[in-house]
């Protein structure tokens, strides 16, 4: 699909991806990775439950049914509120598809069956180069082979901590060389990302907030013109 062919829609297309990173941190090691506990620039910042729920209130005004990701550069389960947040998506934006990617570092089959009442998705990649999984993963992965909830989707990636991935926009600490190319993308057409302090990022490859198109509050539905929003 060409930019052109989205700018000719009318009307203009809803975006269908919104991650909301509720703290802006990640335990992990990942060296491909802008937000690796090493290399992480960004001051620690917690999202307030007033503006979670301003984010959540204003997505069920448009009837969103997209795809609501609770994490975007960050470990999720280091907000210890992070379950309540699930059950205040599942409740307040009922038809939007609820997704959780986490490094499964913090998980246990308890924090696991209660996310799962609310989510459709998750994807618990286990990282380590030697591709062994994690005594706790394993735990809540044969807990998931016997459950009976066939309808959500659980899959557990084994993830290398050191593989080379694409550039992520040049803030991939190990594609430091790799020169930059000029080209068009349609990710921020459709997707949308929501930082701890409201702010809204390029992509989810702008983990540190680069380009900011603006901030939450006041933006979301006047960037897509389709209702008028009820956060103050
Ligand atoms: S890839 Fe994920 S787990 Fe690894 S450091 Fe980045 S945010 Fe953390």
């Not at 190319?181 to 349609?186: F, G, H, P």
């Not at 989810?204 to 900011?212: E, F, L, S």
Request: proline letters at 5%.
């Amino acid at each position: 699909m060409l930019i052109s062919e989205v700018y000719a829609r009318d009307p203009f297309p809803q975006f269908s991806f919104i991650e909301i990173e509720t703290i802006n941190r990640c335990n992990g090691n990942c060296s491909f990775c802008p937000v690796n506990r090493k290399n992480d620039p960004r001051p620690l910042n917690k999202m307030s439950e007033d503006l979670f729920l301003s984010v959540l209130e204003q997505l069920r005004e448009v009837d969103y049914r997209g795809t609501l990701s609770l994490f975007s550069n960050n470990e999720p389960l280091l907000d210890s509120r992070i379950i309540d947040f699930a059950r205040m998506a599942r409740e307040v934006v009922r038809h939007a598809h609820l997704k959780l990617y986490t490094n499964g570092t913090l998980l246990t089959v308890e924090k696991f069956r209660s996310l799962m009442r609310y989510l459709d998705n998750m994807v618990i990649d286990n990282y380590n180069n030697r591709l062994v999984m994690h005594s706790n993963i394993l735990e809540v992965y044969e807990y998931w082979k016997g459950a009976e909830t066939p309808d959500k989707k659980v899959i557990f990636p084994m993830r290398l901590e050191d593989e080379e991935l694409s550039s992520r926009g040049g803030y991939a600490p190990n594609r430091k060389n790799v020169a930059a190319i000029k080209a068009s993308c349609l990710l921020p057409f459709f997707q949308m990302v929501v930082r701890p302090d409201g702010k809204l990022s390029l992509c989810c490859n702008d983990a540190w907030v680069h380009t900011r198109l603006a901030t939450f509050k006041h933006s979301l539905l006047q960037m897509h013109g389709t209702a008028k929003p009820t956060g103050s």
